[in-house]
């Protein structure tokens, strides 16, 4: 009698009939209009950060895996590649390819590989890289060229919106004389600004959110969860002090809310796997990024936001796990 075969992993667990390398596909095409996007504002620069970074992930794991660790590759399952896309579309488009190839070893190897691979790694392998960047590079990670759709590797450079707001409020102008300088919420929308690459339009980002719940590759719970938790607490800052908070429009538009909380706080391996634990992770991803945006030092935080929470994904797990069928939990 043949009896279905019950498979123990780690994760990611998959809620949906999709494969793994299936998930890794749907989130590249989910991608596209961002990466299309950052070519138009970029140009040759887009390109060729996106192109470099990938390669250099791919190989990476390729080289790690077969010559270090002694194993099969595992670059078909197509993690490595949107780990790349997602380190390019955390950094300038002029990074120099040195920084990019360190930026890609770290990711892969030491953010995934070092824990075991696919399913083990604590981190987001993509952020790692990026902050591993930013603490060693801080100069040429804040070096941000202009939109101005060029096919040249070389442009002028411009602070972010974000970058403008930080810096101003320290000199003591208020926010409405600063938002005369930024630009607008149609072209933070759209992407008509300065910044990473991935986090240019805002528009594009919400294509690849909708394709991907569509999909079923994610659910609601950790994007509009974190999104909504960076608008209400700075919607709140700005009505109790509008010449010292920007509007929470600007906040949600501007920087890598978006990135972060579509493609990835909602990493399978670094997130929670409850839907409970989800929300939790996300509000608390939100409230950090606030926190460090407002407070802080660094004019951005959510890279930092969800790294900190990716720590605690263990606890939350332990303690929002889904009640075992068949067994009554004592009340808390």
């Known amino acids: ?14 809620h949906a009939d999709l494969t793994v390398p299936q998930i890794m596909r749907g ?10 996007m950052s ?31 002694k194993r099969e590759a595992s670059i078909q399952d197509g993690s490595a590649v949107i780990t790349g896309m997602l380190l390019a579309f955390n ?20 953010a995934k590989l070092s824990f075991g691979g696919l399913g083990n790694n604590p981190f987001n392998p993509a952020l790692v890289g ?37 810096d101003g409020l ?8 600063l938002m005369k300088q930024m630009p607008s919420l149609q072209d933070l929308f759209f992407g008509l600004h300065g910044g990473s ?44 002090h509008p010449d010292k908070f920007a509007n929470p429009i600007f906040h949600i538009l501007s920087g890598g809310v978006m990135l972060g909380a579509i493609f990835m706080a909602t990493d399978y391996v670094t997130s929670p796997v409850s839907h409970k634990g989800m929300i939790v992770f996300a509000v608390g991803c939100g409230v950090l990024t606030v926190l460090i945006r407002l407070f802080g030092s660094y004019p951005e935080g959510v890279s930092f936001a969800i790294l900190i929470m990716n720590g605690f994904v263990p606890l939350i797990n332990n303690y929002l796990k889904p009640r075992k069928y068949g067994v009554n939990h004592p009340r808390r």
């Open 1 to 14: 009698m043949n009896k279905p075969l019950l498979v123990v992993a780690p994760s990611p667990h998959i």
């Open 39 to 69: 070519i138009y504002n970029f140009g040759l620069g887009a390109v060729y950060v996106t192109l470099l970074a990938v390669g250099f992930c791919v190989a990476a794991e390729y080289s790690i895996t077969r010559y270090l660790l």
């Open 197 to 240: 690459l991935g986090e240019m339009s805002g528009a594009a980002l919400l294509v690849g959110l909708v394709y991907m719940l569509y999909r079923k590759i994610i659910t609601w719970h950790i994007p509009i969860t974190m999104i909504a938790t960076v608008f209400i607490m700075t919607g709140i800052f700005w009505l109790i």
């Open 130 to 166: 990026r902050v591993f960047l930013l603490l060693s590079f801080p100069v040429a990670m804040t070096s941000w060229p202009k939109a101005v759709a060029t096919w040249t590797l070389d442009g002028s450079t411009s602070a972010t919106p974000l970058g403008i707001l930080k």
């Open 170 to 177: 320290r000199t003591g102008e208020t926010v409405d004389t």
């Open 27 to 36: 989130v590249i095409i989910a991608m596209v209009p961002a990466l299309i």
């Open 91 to 110: 950094v300038p488009s002029n990074l120099p390819w040195y920084m990019i190839l360190i930026g890609s070893v770290v990711a892969i190897g030491i």
